[in-house]
């Protein structure tokens, strides 16, 4: 305080001394000034003589307990004597004094001094707590408010909170507004909506100045925690899976591990896998999902041959509020194994077949058919083991089963042809058909006699309608082919005619006499046999017989007469007289 300031007061004080006798003096002393700095004059301001302050025993009491001011009686200061806070005096009022009494003894004179305390900026705002935390939902949009803590500065009026600052970020920004008596209000601004994928959480200072010069200040650290809202839509890793799968893959082999993902936690991040029904098809009997882990197995064995792929479509998700979801194909191809013999299929089986057919004559139609894909389903086939017979392509697994021999009932009746058709698959499989043919026979054998020529030894004199002999023919053909009728046959035109003295019949070859031979009138004589099939047309053979024709004792001995007329009874006419000896 300066001298002319003081003697300003001096002068207030001494009006007041004149008015009331005892005085009121008011002085002013800043906060926080230094232990001894001088308040005022006390002598110089009562205008008494040092000497007197001395004698009259001055004294300086306080209304409370601390003694902030002292005297110096020797020279009349009055001095600061301990810490003024005006804080701590009065924490809440603007104006601030302390009173004080400056006591003279004989009389007793009571002076009643103000100091006003005067504030310093020593105060920094003060937030009253260093951490603040915010929870703000990442689906809130831009514009909304979010009121903060205020700061306190003990100081007053100008060195009252003036002013707040935010440091500088993305999203937020400060909005100060006057709440009327000094007091502001700070709110924080959402800019640009917050991403928790991105930024989970965001730290501001958030700053508070005040009023002196300089300005002394003081922080809040906020912590912007951001909620997370279900704003993420799961992604699978790819938009297409390709799965390749043997059809002898055992069920309940893990096929494929889908892998969608969520940005979102929590909920909102959860993922749960399944198929998509497409219409009537339920995929779900062949294939299983974990729903959890989107792994898929498979439940059923699958069969290439009957369903060669699948086509499914899969959906991650979420399980968050108003949950989001994703869809993938997946696309299982089936692999053909060789589990499937060619199959021989006969068509047109011509059986029997003439013996006669010519070589290249066709006898069936064969196709082979193998279910399995690829090389597993490629056929080879052939016939074993026959010379009679092949197989001729003629459009790939299509063939003709040809005559490639000479067949002949005779010799085999019935042909078992063994068909074989392999695939070339690894390991390969084959099967085998064995397709019956019968030989349908053919006139081609005539009936034979064992001999060419034949001897029959006939005793004379056999009964008229015995058999002489019987003749026999083997024709090897059959039935009809072999149906052998007999029949006589001249050897030579001269011959005496043979059905005069021989019948046959026909059916059982049995030849049979038409007179009683007699050796003495016929020795020997010949004919033919010929033995006729029943065929179309007829075969036939001949045999040729020789007949000799035995003696036999069947003559007495005759007496021959005497010339007779033929025809009559041979007779003598003996005399009657004749005499022995006649
Ligand atoms: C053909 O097969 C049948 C039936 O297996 C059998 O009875 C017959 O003897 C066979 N024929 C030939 C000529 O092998
Ligand atoms: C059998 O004999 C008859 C009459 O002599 C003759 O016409 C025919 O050709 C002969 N048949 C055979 C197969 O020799």
């Not at 779900?284 to 009957?306: P, Q, Y």
């Amino acid at each position: 305080m300066g001298n002319e300031k003081c003697s300003w007061i001096c002068w207030i004080v001494l009006l007041c001394l004149c008015e009331c006798g005892a005085s009121h003096l008011s002085y002013s002393i800043s906060e926080e000034v230094n232990k001894g700095t001088l308040l005022a004059n006390i002598a110089k301001d009562l205008n008494v003589d040092v000497q007197e302050l001395e004698d009259r025993d001055l004294s300086i009491l306080s209304s409370n307990s601390k003694k902030y001011f002292d005297v110096n009686l020797g020279t009349g200061d009055i001095f600061v004597n301990d810490r003024i806070d005006r804080e701590e005096i009065c924490s809440n009022t603007e104006r601030c004094s302390l009173r004080i009494q400056a006591v003279l003894l004989n009389p007793m004179v009571v002076h009643r001094i103000e100091v006003n305390v005067l504030d310093i900026n020593d105060n920094s705002p003060d937030f009253n707590e260093h951490l603040y935390f915010l929870n703000i939902s990442e689906s809130v949009s831009p514009g909304e408010r979010f009121l903060l803590p205020v700061a306190e500065d003990a100081d007053m009026g100008n060195y009252a909170v003036k002013s707040y600052k935010l440091d500088k970020n993305e999203h937020f920004s400060l909005d100060v507004q006057s709440t009327g008596e000094d007091g502001l209000s700070a709110e924080l601004v959402l800019e640009k909506a917050l991403d928790r994928e991105k930024q989970p959480e965001l730290k501001l200072i958030l700053t508070a100045v005040d009023g002196g010069i300089p300005g002394r200040s003081g922080t809040l650290q906020i912590h912007v925690n951001v909620i997370d809202a279900n704003d993420n839509t799961p992604m699978f890793s790819k938009s297409l899976y390709k799965v390749r799968v043997n059809e002898d893959t055992a069920t309940g082999t893990v096929l494929i591990k889908l892998n969608a993902t969520d940005l979102d936690e929590g909920m909102n991040g959860k993922i749960v896998y399944s198929f998509l029904r497409r219409g009537n098809s339920d995929l779900t009997k062949v294939f299983d999902m974990n729903s959890e882990t989107g792994t898929v197995t498979l439940k059923s064995s699958v069969d290439f041959e009957k369903t060669p792929g699948y086509e499914l479509r899969v959906q991650a998700k979420d399980q968050g509020a108003s949950s989001r979801s994703a869809h993938a194909k997946l696309l299982i191809e089936v692999i053909d194994i060789n589990d499937n013999a060619p199959e021989i299929l006969v068509t047109s089986l011509v059986t029997p077949i003439r013996e006669d057919a010519k070589l290249g004559a066709i006898v069936a139609l064969i196709t082979v058919v193998d279910k399995d894909g690829g090389n597993n389903g490629l056929t080879k086939c052939s016939v074993v083991g026959s010379v009679h017979f092949k197989l001729k392509s003629n459009y790939k697994n299509d063939y003709s089963l040809i005559v490639d021999g000479q067949l002949d009932r005779e010799n085999i009746s019935a042909h078992n042809i063994t068909i074989i058709a392999t695939d070339e698959g690894s390991p390969p499989l084959s099967s085998m058909k064995i397709v019956t043919v019968n030989v349908a026979d053919v006139n081609d054998n005539p009936p034979r006699f064992v001999e060419p020529v034949l001897h029959i030894y006939v005793i004379e004199n056999t009964p008229i309608g015995s058999t002489l002999y019987t003749v026999k023919a083997v024709d090897s053909d059959l039935y009809d082919n072999a149906k052998v009728t007999y029949k006589l046959l001249p050897v030579s035109s001269n011959d005496i005619p043979i059905s005069s003295l021989l019948n046959i019949n026909s059916d059982t070859g049995d030849i049979i006499c038409l007179q009683s031979f007699n050796h003495e009138e016929l020795k020997t004589f010949k004919f033919k046999v010929q033995a006729t099939d029943s065929g179309v047309p007829p075969l036939s053979s001949n045999v040729t017989v020789n007949v000799l024709i035995l003696d036999e004792n069947d003559n007495n001995p005759t007496i021959l007469a005497p010339y007779s007329e033929h025809g009559s009874v041979n007779s003598e006419t003996i005399p009657y007289s004749a005499e022995a000896g006649y």
